[in-house]
């Protein structure tokens, strides 16, 4: 009987898990599109800036890390290797709608006389934007280990999930302390605000269970 009760529990709490990753593909899709209907971009030079920036860090940086859930990957069949090079791909895409976000925000002051960078907002983003491009930069000894001599694959793999999970929370909190703009709460209702606040909150919980996770059962095993 107890025998039984321990084989379920694994098997329950997997079921937990692949419905939480399932909820994050969904809350960042749906927050990405949202934002981008509400930013109708193309419709002012601001308007690039809520659309790159969600695109970047709720759509983008989410995808990438739950290619290595093993619960909720779209790609879990193919080996980790390519999964490395589709997460490095997805990273990159991250850092080129961030930068285009960033580029849009900051010409779109310069041309209203408006300083740059005053807000938590404003100094958390560009704090984020360059950490997550200094992140991808620093994966490619992962892709070509020949460029990290004296260094082992496990331990780049470590560091790198540390700082990746780092990384992720801070785009997380530059979104969050984003949907309190002038430009947001205008655009939404006292309940769709909040709603919208758990859209980068969730999954942020769910992406750091996962990384958590993962490094622990790894812990477990070489013990």
Do not use: D
Not at 128 to 148: E, G, M, N, R
């Amino acid at each position: 009987m107890a025998h039984k009760q321990s084989e379920s529990e694994p098997r329950f709490y997997g079921y937990i898990r692949a419905g939480a990753a399932a909820l994050t593909h969904i809350i960042c899709a749906v927050f990405t599109v949202t934002v981008a209907v509400l930013s109708r971009p193309g419709s002012s030079l601001f308007s690039w800036h809520p659309f790159f920036m969600t695109l970047a860090f709720s759509f983008f940086m989410t995808e990438a890390i739950l290619l290595f859930s093993p619960h909720g990957s779209p790609i879990k069949r193919l080996p980790h290797k390519t999964k490395g090079r589709v997460h490095w791909v997805l990273q990159c895409l991250c850092v080129s709608c961030a930068l285009l976000g960033v580029a849009a925000i900051s010409y779109n002051k310069h041309l209203n006389g408006k300083p740059h960078f005053t807000s938590w907002h404003g100094l958390l983003g560009l704090l984020t934007v360059c950490v997550v491009a200094l992140q991808s930069l620093a994966a490619v000894p992962l892709i070509y280990h020949s460029l990290a001599k004296g260094w082992s694959l496990a331990k780049l793999k470590r560091y790198h999930a540390a700082s990746g999970l780092v990384t992720y929370l801070l785009g997380s909190a530059s979104l969050l302390l984003g949907l309190g703009s002038a430009w947001f709460t205008a655009s939404v209702r006292e309940y769709a605000w909040y709603l919208s606040a758990l859209c980068p909150a969730l999954p942020a919980l769910i992406i750091m269970n996962q990384v958590t996770s993962a490094y622990m059962a790894k812990r477990r095993l070489q013990s």
